[in-house]
């Protein structure tokens, strides 16, 4: 992360002279395809990262797709059939912004033609398929990342860093929601763009896989492994018309999904993920209570961390809301002056950051394949505990 970050020798000299080209293949044109591309557009201009990515090909199937989205965000040249793009030699990065369903066929592919892979959450439909995408990017020995974006919050960032300096002590609850309401009207059809979230054939889950996972990354990353999970879910929308068939089909996602767990540290953990929370669109919030100190973070205020030091002088002690934008906390240097903030699509822009740094140092960026195979590891037990109405110990991986 960015508070390990190192001078880089590649950028001795003149700032902009040299900069190593890392030429990016982007597969899917839709909502991520977009924050990624801006991410990789924007990284040069505020971070001294030692390479430029440059937008060689975006993937879409539909060429007319492909040559709108390339025309917008300035991609070089565009393909419409994925094996295509990485079996091109000027093509140095795979970056998978496809649906779930896609992610292990692209991302094996791309390990074995020597592609260093970015893929989007989750990592895979499954724990078995997430195994064989970590063995791939392994055995090839290429550099992987998945984008769980939310680590690279500065905030989210600066929690990381209480915890890790000892603020907090000993961790007893974690608790953390996502709550959205964009599928309450049961006229909303299944499948096609956007909605495959809703397909399981194509999303391999519900809220667990989609927005659960978010939450367990972040929590793994901030209070170490979960051991066991007790999970229950629902769809409260049985059938929906398919989009593509035309024809009412059932829905096999969970709708919602809330479990329990603890942690191999001796704390509680309490989620939470629902898109029938009406109000809500895109709540994700977490609260952790130590025994010296707690914090709290809430995606709609994302560049603020609420804190409570139970240290502070009885007389004045509550709930401090810490303003992230100061030139010492995580990111906050490169962007504005302090007290500007910054926002959702700067996360994509860290991430770039500490990839490219990463990889001129040889060093992985986290999460990796198999940093996000752990998180894979929960949403599959917690399915499966909801399935057996039983907790499930977790897979270590
Ligand atoms: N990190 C985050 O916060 C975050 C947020 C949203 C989505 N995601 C993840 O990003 C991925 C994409 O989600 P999205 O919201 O961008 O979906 P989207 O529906 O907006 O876009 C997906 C795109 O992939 C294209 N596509 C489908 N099959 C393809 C193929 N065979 N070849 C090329 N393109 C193909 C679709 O046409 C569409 O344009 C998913 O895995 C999702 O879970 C992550």
Same mark, same amino acid.
């Given at each position: 992360?960015?508070?390990?970050?190192?001078?880089?020798?590649?950028?001795?000299?003149?700032?902009?002279?040299?900069?190593?080209?890392?030429?990016?293949?982007?597969?899917?044109?839709?909502?991520?395809?977009?924050?990624?591309?801006?991410?990789?557009?924007?990284?040069?201009?505020?971070?001294?990262?030692?390479?430029?990515?440059?937008?060689?090909?975006?993937?879409?199937?539909?060429?007319?797709?492909?040559?709108?989205?390339?025309?917008?965000?300035?991609?070089?040249?565009?393909?419409?059939?994925?094996?295509?793009?990485?079996?091109?030699?000027?093509?140095?990065?795979?970056?998978?912004?496809?649906?779930?369903?896609?992610?292990?066929?692209?991302?094996?592919?791309?390990?074995?033609?020597?592609?260093?892979?970015?893929? &989007?959450?989750?990592?895979?439909?499954?724990?078995?398929?997430?195994?064989?995408?970590?063995?791939?990017?392994?055995?090839?020995?290429?550099?992987?990342?998945?984008?769980?974006?939310?680590?690279?919050?500065?905030?989210?960032?600066?929690?990381?860093?209480?915890?890790?300096?000892?603020?907090?002590?000993?961790?007893?609850?974690?608790?953390?929601?996502?709550?959205?309401?964009?599928?309450?009207?049961?006229?909303?059809?299944?499948?096609?763009?956007?909605?495959?979230?809703?397909?399981?054939?194509?999303?391999?889950?519900?809220?667990?896989?989609?927005?659960?996972?978010?939450?367990?990354?972040?929590?793994?990353?901030?209070?170490?492994?979960?051991?066991?999970?007790?999970?229950?879910?629902?769809?409260?929308?049985?059938?929906?018309?398919?989009?593509?068939?035309?024809?009412?089909?059932?829905?096999?996602?969970?709708?919602?999904?809330?479990?329990?767990?603890?942690?191999?540290?001796?704390?509680?953990?309490?989620? &939470?993920?629902?898109?029938?929370?009406?109000?809500?669109?895109?709540?994700?919030?977490?609260?952790?209570?130590?025994?010296?100190?707690?914090?709290?973070?809430?995606?709609?205020?994302?560049?603020?961390?609420?804190?409570?030091?139970?240290?502070?002088?009885?007389?004045?002690?509550?709930?401090?809301?810490?303003?992230?934008?100061?030139?010492?906390?995580?990111?906050?240097?490169?962007?504005?002056?302090?007290?500007?903030?910054?926002?959702?699509?700067?996360?994509?822009?860290?991430?770039?950051?500490?990839?490219?740094?990463?990889?001129?140092?040889?060093?992985?960026?986290?999460?990796?394949?198999?940093?996000?195979?752990?998180?894979?590891?929960?949403?599959?037990?917690?399915?499966?505990?909801?399935?057996?109405?039983?907790?499930?110990?977790?897979?270590?991986?």
């Amino acid at each position: 992360m960015e508070e390990t970050r190192k001078p880089n020798p590649n950028r001795e000299g003149d700032p902009m002279a040299d900069l190593k080209p890392l030429n990016i293949g982007l597969i899917g044109c839709g909502f991520m395809g977009r924050t990624h591309s801006n991410a990789y557009k924007r990284v040069n201009d505020f971070f001294d990262a030692p390479y430029r990515p440059v937008l060689k090909a975006c993937c879409a199937r539909s060429e007319e797709n492909a040559r709108h989205f390339a025309g917008r965000w300035g991609y070089e040249s565009i393909e419409t059939d994925w094996r295509k793009l990485i079996a091109r030699r000027d093509i140095d990065a795979v970056d998978i912004c496809a649906p779930n369903n896609m992610h292990a066929e692209i991302a094996i592919a791309a390990a074995q033609a020597g592609k260093a892979v970015l893929c &989007e959450k989750p990592l895979a439909m499954n724990l078995v398929q997430g195994h064989q995408m970590v063995d791939a990017v392994e055995k090839a020995g290429v550099a992987n990342t998945v984008w769980y974006n939310y680590r690279r919050v500065p905030a989210v960032t600066l929690a990381k860093q209480l915890i890790e300096s000892g603020r907090l002590g000993r961790i007893f609850h974690y608790r953390a929601n996502f709550l959205q309401d964009w599928t309450i009207s049961a006229d909303l059809p299944q499948g096609g763009t956007g909605l495959w979230r809703l397909d399981a054939d194509v999303s391999g889950s519900g809220v667990t896989g989609d927005l659960l996972a978010h939450c367990i990354d972040t929590a793994i990353w901030l209070n170490g492994h979960i051991g066991s999970v007790a999970g229950m879910t629902e769809t409260f929308v049985k059938e929906r018309r398919h989009n593509l068939t035309g024809k009412v089909q059932p829905v096999h996602i969970d709708d919602a999904c809330a479990f329990l767990c603890r942690f191999d540290n001796g704390s509680l953990g309490l989620f &939470e993920s629902t898109r029938y929370a009406r109000g809500h669109k895109a709540l994700y919030t977490f609260e952790i209570n130590g025994e010296k100190a707690s914090i709290k973070w809430d995606l709609h205020d994302l560049h603020r961390l609420e804190y409570f030091d139970h240290g502070d002088d009885s007389l004045v002690r509550g709930w401090r809301s810490v303003h992230v934008t100061d030139s010492d906390m995580p990111y906050m240097k490169h962007w504005w002056v302090p007290g500007l903030q910054i926002g959702y699509e700067h996360t994509f822009v860290h991430h770039v950051a500490d990839f490219l740094d990463n990889l001129a140092m040889g060093q992985p960026t986290a999460p990796t394949f198999r940093d996000a195979l752990a998180t894979q590891a929960v949403c599959d037990a917690v399915l499966d505990s909801a399935d057996h109405h039983k907790w499930e110990t977790v897979v270590p991986v």
